[in-house]
């Protein structure tokens, strides 16, 4: 099961950027597909975006399309996250996940896959 490291969490003000990392281990990244989840205080866990093994296909939820960008480096076993124009309700706790799963099925239920491996979460507050 792969390992997964998430980095690049912190305070920064409304309007501002920042680039979430999650760093997995192992020599099988690329036949990942990864997504990043969030939980903020009191709510349940939501999707924010998800990519495919190749990098090809990407999926977002409304609330970040436009300002959130996921990428990959398989070489360098890590996913990313961009996050620009923050709005204080960005704030949470941010998750990286992966699965082995297929772009097909990836694409059945809009990215918004059941990840099996998840790691420990980076905190992300944006502030007014």
């Known amino acids: 099961q792969v390992q997964l490291v998430e980095s690049g969490g912190g305070l920064v003000q409304a309007g501002g950027s920042l680039r979430l990392s999650c760093a997995a281990s192992g020599r099988t990244f690329s036949s990942y597909a990864m997504g990043w989840f969030r939980q903020a205080p009191g709510k349940e866990r939501e999707f924010v975006t998800s990519?495919?093994?190749?990098?090809?296909?990407?999926w977002y939820a409304d609330s970040v399309k436009g300002r959130f960008s996921i990428s990959r480096d398989n070489g360098k076993n890590t996913a990313y996250l961009q996050m620009n124009s923050l709005k204080v309700e960005d704030t949470a706790v941010y998750y990286c996940a992966a699965d082995r799963t297929t772009t097909q099925a990836m694409s059945l239920y809009r990215g918004q896959y059941e990840f099996a491996s998840w790691g420990q979460g980076t905190q992300v507050t944006v502030s007014s």
């Open positions: 990519i495919s093994q190749s990098g090809f296909n990407t």
